[in-house]
């Protein structure tokens, strides 16, 4: 199992910068890919950016350039650095693992989630 804990959310005016993080505690060492999805009322929520254990990150086509995402090993703490804010950003901000153990020909695979952190970017 793997726990992930989002903080950071809050009201932020229009141009300003935010940064989301994102602990994961139990079984780290299974996770494959950490990533980042947001998902505003009344739409689907959908990925905003993600990084590999291995350090290769994606980013959807719209936030290239606005937001970085980050990962530190050592504390197991995935970021979000947001800058930039537009109204359109305001969404829940949900963590998301992939993970995967045991033996390849019976690997075990499972993916987690955090419980989310409200963005608001309003004057």
């Known amino acids: 199992q793997v726990q992930l804990v989002e903080s950071g959310g809050g009201l932020v005016q229009p141009g300003g910068s935010l940064r989301l993080s994102c602990v994961a505690s139990?079984?780290?060492?299974?996770?494959?890919?950490m990533g980042w999805y947001r998902q505003a009322p009344g739409k689907e929520r959908e990925l905003v950016a993600s990084?590999?254990?291995?350090?290769?990150?994606y980013y959807v086509d719209s936030e290239k350039g606005r937001f970085t995402i980050s990962r530190d090993a050592s504390t197991n703490t995935m970021y979000l650095q947001m800058n930039t804010l537009k109204p359109e950003d305001t969404a829940a901000y949900y963590c998301?693992?992939?993970?995967?153990?045991?033996?390849?020909?019976?690997?075990?695979?499972?993916?987690?989630w955090g419980q989310g952190t409200q963005l608001t970017v309003q004057s």
């Open positions: 998301h693992a992939n993970a995967a153990w045991g033996p390849v020909e019976r690997l075990n695979e499972a993916d987690y």
């Open positions: 139990g079984r780290t060492r299974s996770i494959t890919r």
């Open positions: 990084i590999t254990s291995g350090g290769v990150v």
